[in-house]
């Protein structure tokens, strides 16, 4: 592993550093909590004083990683350094992080991360946040313990959709199976991760997939999900986390929709594209923001007038149908 001037910087920032704060955006996905752990865990066993923060906490679906019980989501006291870690943006992180760090470090694999640390590591390449944390360790010459190894197998599985998606590349597989010869078992991560659901999740997802529409050329797909669902099965937004990708899975649907009620009269339209359609400018278009394959905004009006408008506009930049 060759360590970079970047990579070296950071050591030298961290064997200077007192107490340290890793931290990621809120709302966490898989990478944000698995990195974070993984960098917060192995700094701590190389003798480290860190605390591990994110402003939404750990999600129900990620608390069997190590070290997820230390993670809090109140902060006291400031901090030596602080890293921000698969964000995209510092607001991201909650407003405290910037308050109580010294120096930020921003590591992060996000296209257009905005350069708000000391030092940006933004490597657009890296399959995920925790693939970078795994260079860094490895540069560091710190020992990978078998928690360690769990975290950054997790974040790499998370970002890859289970090493599905396009950037699920070489190094991706090679970390995996470094961390495999650490002691990580790939199924209890998996089942973790996948089998250890809330029944009142898929109670949600039964009343949710009832609401699905396929348009008649077949290349869009939509679901929604109201505030009456949520009070009628007890579940909450977070457990609407990959609803998107049952109208995405449909044989033909270029372009999938999920509507999500905030508000009486407002709804979040989450956009997945499979490549041909640009859903994050139809996304900025709408007020919203994200990148070509995933975006979001929030939209006013009852959901019959939201899904309405919103399917109008992506079946303009859908186009006619092309005959091959
Ligand atoms: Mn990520």
Redesign the pocket.
Known sequence: MSTTPTIKAILTKISGAGRILVASHEGP????IA?TLALANALREAGKQVVAYNVDGVPEALDFLPGARELVSTLDGSFDLGFVL?AGELRRAGPQVAERCRALINI???PHSEPFGEINWVDEGAS???AMIYRLLSAAEIAISREVAVCIYT?IL??TGSFRYSNADPEAFRIAAAMVEKGVSPWDIASGMYENQAAKRLQLLAKVLQTLTVSSCGRLGSVAVTEAMLRETGAGPEHTDGFVNYPRSIRGVEVALFFRQVKDQAFKVGFRSKGRVDVGSLARALGGGGHHNAAGAVVDGDLEEVRASVIAKVEALLGPEVEV
């Open positions: 996905d898989g990478d944000a990195s698969d992060d694999h996000h995920a946040t925790g974040a998370a970002d």
